[in-house]
């Protein structure tokens, strides 16, 4: 039989990894290696009951909406900036530049925003030369506050993109029949642009919030005890308290749970760009 | 405010410039347009007829000159702020919204509730035949869909003036002639003045009260379908108004009378009434239109004055033939056309015939012009 590569590549490093989480999640880790495989939901109701992981779900949840919401509202701005303000020859050159954080690795960037917030950082020591500050600020690092920051740097460029393809696809003849019909500057952007844009927006949403989620080095790296997520907790049930079942359990949960969300946003993204419309002859 | 008598124009602008860098995009436009008029900027592409459609809509400004609407000056006024609709090349259709959103899209501000807003919206579907389709998707319509609701939309705001940007270039031929008598009767039934772009003179003949030819930002010549066909002003309007033969000449003044001797043809005495662009005493060229010439049949007679000539190509069209013919002397070949009736046979190829032409049909330019 043939199989296209596709296929096979899917269910090669998606489908089967996938399967293995979802399957070890309902059974019992008897040692470290050994694995008690009778069907069990008792991992589930771990997880559901445990106060301690609802609340890492819950900052999790809170911390990547919080950054997609401050890097889609500051990409917007940018994405339509480039797409309109700027002349057509230079646009791929402004989408060049702005990917330009990506060259150096996720890592280091991440630890750039260690020197840059520290407590002997760039910014606490350069507001102490100006005479803004007598003490060092603590309370920018280590925190909520520093890994809600370091994402929305990071994922910037991911949520730019988006926009801006969304923004260059709107006939520009639809603005001036806008304007023809009426509306002022204000009214054609939310009447015309922001509809049409909202596939690009939701686009960008689904970008930064689902890896965001997951992510576990930027909490481990800038968080401290109080900025850490689920993701870092699936990390230690995994490799620290050999407890596979009980992570697997944990994925699968904010699995579920960014799964409906997305639907959410991407059924209120097809509303918003009119797709809906014309079911009704 | 200035007074609104009969005889204020709707539209007049006044020696409008416009330059994008260097180039000089509209030069000294100077334009009265009636009240209830049909009226079209004919041209080829890139002569600056769109561009000064847009300085009406508000879209382009202007270096020099004014745009006065109903009397008042638009300077500065916003496309949103005028008392005219456009009708955009694309329609421009606004694809996340349903037929009847897009109808009464501009009816936002309107002081009339929300049934009468829909009320007024379907009546205007119905004015352009799409009685029924206000719940279709935008996309799901086809290209003379679309129009119709482009042309709805900006109807139903009751405009001074609708603008249309070759509304029918993107339409095959078939529709856009039904589509041409459709809009001429949409005209007349609302009274707004219409001002078309376009660059088939075909269609600005068949639709127009008035014509302004505009050649590289320059208006040529305005005038309504009959004199621009019969009196152009120029070979370069003429040559651009239907089909036009030109032949050499000569034209000397002889006690008050002009004499010309045009190749081919010989000697005529034209009147000054030929000459839309004045009397080109010395080298001049001759105009004249496929159908002012006849070929003669034997045993036929000149009704008016007769030449020689060779038939050179027949171009067969069912209702017509063309010959282009080589009168003696002359070397490049002019165009005749000819009704076929029945019983009077298509010439061939390689005939030597006689044509019929009459002095009074010839228009006479300046060589150059």
Known sequence: MLVSPTALYALLLLAIPLAAVVLISFWTQTGVRDFDTTFTLANYKEALTDPLYRQLMLRSLMVSGLVTLITVLLAFPIAYFVSFGVKPEHKSLWIFLITIPFWTSYLIRVFLWKVILGYNGVLNSGLKVVGLLEEPLSFILYNVNAVILTLAHAYAPFAILPIFVALEKIDRSLLEASRDLGESRTMTFLRVTLPLAAPGVVAAVLIVFIPTIGDYVTPRLVGGPGGLMIANMIQTQFLRLNNAPLGATLAVIAMLIVAVIAVVFLILGNRAAGGKKGGRT | ?369
């Not at chain 2, 080829?44 to 769109?50: D, E, I, L, Q, R």
């Not at chain 2, 030449?307 to 009168?327: K, L, Q, S, W």
């Open chain 2, 1 to 369: 405010m200035v007074d609104m008598t009969a005889d204020t124009p709707l539209i007049s602008l006044q020696n409008i410039n416009k330059h994008y860098g260097d180039y000089h995009a509209l030069r000294n436009i100077n334009l009265d347009i009636r009240q209830g008029e049909f009226f079209s900027l004919l041209g080829p592409s890139g002569c600056g007829k769109t561009t000064l459609l847009r300085t009406i809509a508000g879209f382009e400004d202007y270096d020099t000159g004014y745009v006065t609407i109903t009397g008042r000056d638009m300077r500065g006024v916003p496309a949103n702020k005028r008392p005219t609709n456009m009708v955009f090349q694309s329609y421009a259709i606004f694809p996340h919204l349903s037929v009847i959103e897009n109808v009464a899209f501009g009816l936002r501000k309107a002081r009339m509730s929300k049934a009468d807003k829909t009320q007024a919206a379907e009546a205007a579907l119905e004015m352009v035949g799409l009685k029924g389709y206000g719940h279709r998707a935008a996309h799901a319509l086809s290209g003379g869909q679309r129009q119709r609701v482009a042309l709805a939309r900006a109807l139903v705001l009751k405009p001074k003036v609708l603008l249309l940007d070759e509304p029918l270039s993107a339409l095959d031929r078939k529709m856009r002639e039904q589509m041409q008598v459709e809009l001429i009767k949409l005209q007349r039934e609302v009274g707004i003045t219409f001002i078309l772009v376009t660059h088939d003179q075909e269609e600005a003949l068949v639709m127009s009260d008035r014509i302004a030819v505009m050649f590289e930002g320059e208006i040529a010549q305005c005038d309504d379908p009959e004199v621009l066909y019969r009196n152009p002003k120029s070979k370069r309007v003429a040559d651009f108004i239907g089909v036009m033969n030109f032949l050499p000449a000569t034209v000397r003044e002889e006690d008050g009378r002009y004499i010309a001797t045009i190749a081919g043809l010989g000697e005529t005495e034209i009147s000054e009434a030929q000459c839309p662009g004045g009397v080109p005493v010395g080298a001049a060229t001759v105009g004249f239109r496929p159908e002012t010439l006849t070929l003669l049949y034997e045993g036929q007679s000149a009704t008016h004055r007769e030449a020689p000539a060779m038939i050179d190509e027949v171009v067969y069209y069912g209702d017509m033939t063309y010959y282009d013919v080589r009168f003696d002397g002359v070397d490049h070949p002019a165009r005749i056309s000819m009704r076929n009736i029945f019983g009077r046979d298509v010439l061939a190829v390689g005939t030597q015939a006689r044509v019929n032409w009459s002095p009074g049909a010839l228009v006479v330019f300046e060589q150059s012009a």
